[in-house]
C-alpha cells in the first residue's frame, strides 16, 4: 500500500514538471510565464549585446521585480488613471505600427540585385579620374600673371601658393587640393583643370566666383572606388530607409484625411 502511494506521489511531480517550466516564477500567487524572458531576451540580443548566464540572471530578477511593482501599481489603482490609459495607449500605438513596419521590410527585403544595381549607380556617378592639384588664388588678375611669369622663370610653385594664395587650406600646403574628380571643382575651374596634361600649370589665370587661379596638375588617375562588399551594409540599409519611406508614403496619399 505504501510502495502504491510513492508511485503516485512521483507521478504527480513528473506531470507537474512541464506546468512549472512553463513559469518564470509565482510572486503572491500569480505566475510570471517564462515567454517573457524570452521577449526581453530578444531585446536585449537585438540591441548587439551578448545574453550571458548572468545576463540572464539580471534578467529574471527584472521580470520578477517587474511583476512585484506592477501588482502593486494595480493595487493602488493606478491602472484605472486617465494618464496611465493615455500613455498605455501611445505604447500600444508604437509597438503595432513597429510591428507594421517590420512585417513590410520582411515582406520586401533588399535583394543582392537592388544592392548592385545602386552600387552601379554609384560608381557610374563617381568613376572617371581623379586630378591631384594645387593652385594658387588671388584676387587680381595682374598679380596671378606676374606670379605665372615667376614660376616660368623657376620660382617654386609651393613656396609662392605658402607667401601669396588666399586659400587658407591648400596655400598652407603649397596650394595642394588632394585627389579630387573634377566635378568636385566649381565649372570654370573643373575645365581649366581637365586639359591639362600630368605636371602640366595653366598658362592664364582662371575666374572663377573666389578670384583668380594658377593650377597646375601634379598626378592623374583612375578614381579609386570602395568595393561593393565593403559599401554593401550602407547600401542596403539606404535601400531599406527608401523601400519604407515610400510605402509610408504611399499610405499616406490613400487616406482621407478630413
Do not use: C
Not at 506531470?15 to 510570471?32: R, S, T, W, Y
Not at 511583476?67 to 493606478?78: H, P, S, T, V, W
Not at 587640393?177 to 596634361?197: C, G, I, N
Not at 540599409?237 to 496619399?253: I, P, T, V, W
Amino acid at each position: 500500500m505504501m510502495k502504491k502511494h510513492m508511485l503516485s506521489a512521483a507521478l504527480v511531480a513528473l506531470l507537474a514538471v512541464p506546468a512549472l517550466a512553463q513559469n518564470l516564477a509565482v510572486v503572491n500567487g500569480k505566475p510570471v510565464p517564462s515567454s517573457r524572458v524570452n521577449a526581453l531576451k530578444q531585446q536585449v540580443e537585438a540591441s548587439g549585446r551578448p545574453v550571458t548566464p548572468e545576463v540572464l540572471a539580471q534578467i529574471k530578477e527584472e521580470l520578477i521585480a517587474r511583476e512585484i511593482f506592477m501588482q502593486e501599481a494595480r493595487k493602488q489603482g493606478l491602472d484605472a488613471t486617465d494618464d496611465y490609459k493615455t500613455q498605455l495607449e501611445l505604447a500600444r500605438q508604437t509597438i503595432l505600427i513597429r510591428q507594421l513596419f517590420a512585417n513590410f521590410q520582411k515582406k520586401n527585403p533588399v535583394t543582392d540585385a537592388d544592392v548592385k544595381a545602386e552600387y552601379d549607380k554609384f560608381a557610374a556617378a563617381n568613376g572617371g579620374k581623379e586630378y591631384r592639384a594645387r593652385h594658387i588664388l588671388v584676387e587680381k588678375e595682374d598679380e596671378a600673371k606676374t606670379l605665372i611669369a615667376d614660376i616660368k622663370k623657376g620660382g617654386n610653385f609651393e613656396d609662392l601658393a605658402k607667401k601669396a594664395s588666399k586659400d587658407p587650406g591648400s596655400g598652407a600646403n603649397g596650394g595642394d587640393l588632394d585627389w579630387a574628380a573634377a566635378a568636385s571643382y566649381v565649372p570654370e575651374f573643373s575645365a581649366a583643370m581637365t586639359k591639362l596634361e600630368k605636371g602640366q600649370m595653366t598658362d592664364t589665370p582662371v575666374k572663377t566666383q573666389f578670384g583668380f587661379h594658377i593650377i597646375r596638375v601634379d598626378d592623374v588617375r583612375e578614381a579609386q572606388l570602395p568595393k561593393m562588399e565593403e559599401v554593401k551594409p550602407q547600401i542596403m540599409q539606404q535601400l531599406q530607409q527608401q523601400k519604407l519611406s515610400a510605402f509610408q508614403d504611399g499610405l499616406r496619399s490613400k487616406a482621407k484625411i478630413q
